[in-house]
Structure formats: C-alpha cells, structure tokens
C-alpha cells in the first residue's frame, strides 16, 4: 500500500485563496506586523515570504527590522508601539532571537488579541480551556488541518506526539484533545519511543532530528505529521520522519518540504484575519 501524499502546498494554497476572498470584503485592510531582530539567515527567507503572503492576500505588512545588538527595552517600546496601533491587527516577534535576549517576557508584552502567534498566556489559557476566541499558535493550527484533509472524524484515536514545546507539542495535544483523540505527548525522556509510536493512529514528529522515525516505527494505516524540517548540506531538507520507507506502510503523510511548512504561513493570515475580526 502506498500512502495518500498530504499536500501541504496546495491545501495552504486554498486557504489563503479563502483568506484573500473575506479580507476583499472588509472595510479596511487587516495590517500584520512582524518584528526581526538581527541577521539570522532562515529568519529573514521566513519574513520574506511572510511579507509576500500578507501582501498577496489584500492585507497590510508592516516591519520592524532591528539590529542584532538591539537592547530588550528597544524591543519592548517597538511591541508598545504596535500594540496601540490601530492599523495594526496581528504582531510577531520572529524567533530566535540573538543570544543576549531573553525571548518569553518580550511575547508577554504583545496584546494578546494581536498575539497571531498565540504564545501569550492568555491565548495558551484559552486554549487550553476550550475558548474558541483566543488564537491558536499556527503551526499546530496547520497540522490539524492538515490531518483533517485525509480524516475528518478523529474520535478516540490514539496520537501521539514526538515532542513538547510550547510553540507545537503542547497545543498540538490540545487541539487532538479537543477533537477526543487519546493523547500521548512523548519528549527526550519517554522510554521505549519506536514502541510507543507504533501504536499510534495519528504520528506528529516535531523534533528537529533527520529521518529519526523509520518504518519498523509507524502502524500500518497511521496518519503521519512530519513538522520537523532538517537541513542536510546546503540545499535539502528532510522531516523527522524516513519518508521513502514510512510510506509505503501508512495511510497518508506529508512531505518535507510542502507539508507542514507551507500551512504555518496560511494560518498565520488566518490568525491576523480572525485578530482584526475579534478587534472590530
Ligand atoms: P524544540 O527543540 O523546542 O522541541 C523539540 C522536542 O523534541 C522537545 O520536546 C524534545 O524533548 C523532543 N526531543 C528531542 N530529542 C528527542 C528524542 N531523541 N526523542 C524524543 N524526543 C526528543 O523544537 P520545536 O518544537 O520548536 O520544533 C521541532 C521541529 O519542528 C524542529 O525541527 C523545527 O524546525 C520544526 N518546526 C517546523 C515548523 C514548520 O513550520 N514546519 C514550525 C515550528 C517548528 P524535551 O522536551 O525532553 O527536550
């Protein structure tokens, strides 16, 4: 059996063609701004398509491009700045951020109904609780849709998740909770990992290790999630999981690159446009 290739980039591609459609029908332009710090190679190919994505779907992109030694007081009056602009609806710190910086207290400062990264407490809170107002971090938000493509009802599947950060394991757990999937949230220090992930029916790798999970790991017919992008030498990238063998044996997978990648942008336009809707 081969799989059923998730296609991240074409999925995504329909989203934003929804997004460009309701943000045409708006009274005024949602506005995105997005705040990089120093020069981080990856960091700025990922703003620059961010910045073409926001314009390409009729919203307004705002930067604010500060240098490298840039102080956390300097930061904290730009995200002040922003969040009593009322031209602007979503607000996002890139990370990482240069070493001297200490990124948590900086998220905190964002209004969390600008917080199109959903990384504040208030949004984590909603979340969790089950408040569909707050915003959902947009990488975990991509990956449920994502898994929704090939399986609309998830009830009382067993997920498991390689990996606890607050930007993906974490809320990824919930929203499977939300949809009565059995969740497992497995990190460095689960013991016996092969064996747990081969009773999965939804697998989410969002590690950052190449190729770490091989076929003898995945249950014939599970969903595969690969979040984790790898770069091998200069120009290819691989997920966390062994595509070319893991598919031959699962019902549906995506990619890397076009998977995952492509729906944190979308979602990201979604989170701004259902910002400025909350806002107004
Ligand atoms: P983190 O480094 O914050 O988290 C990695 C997680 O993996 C941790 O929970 C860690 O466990 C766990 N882990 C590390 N090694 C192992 C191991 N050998 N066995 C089991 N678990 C392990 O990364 P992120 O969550 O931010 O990102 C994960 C990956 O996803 C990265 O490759 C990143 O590039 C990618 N990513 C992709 C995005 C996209 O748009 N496609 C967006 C965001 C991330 P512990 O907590 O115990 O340390």
Redesign the pocket.
Known sequence: MSATIIDGRAIAKDLRAQIKDQVSTLPSQPGLAVILVGDDPASHVYVNNKIKATVNCGMRSIEKRLPADVSAEKIASVIHELNNDKDVHGILLQLPLPKHLDADPLIQMIAPEKDVDGLTFANIGKLVAGDKSGLVPC?PQGSLKLIKSVKDNLSGLHAVI????L???KPMGQLLLQENCTVTQ?????KD?PALCAEADILIA????PQ?VTADWVKAGAIIID????RIGEKTLVG?VDFDTAKEKVAAITPVPGG??PM?IACLLANTLKAYENIH
């Open positions: 990488t390689i990996g606890r950060s930007l993906f394991g497995a990190h460095s220090r689960t990992l969002a590690v950052g290790q770490m979040v984790g992008i790898n966390d995952v990648g944190t």
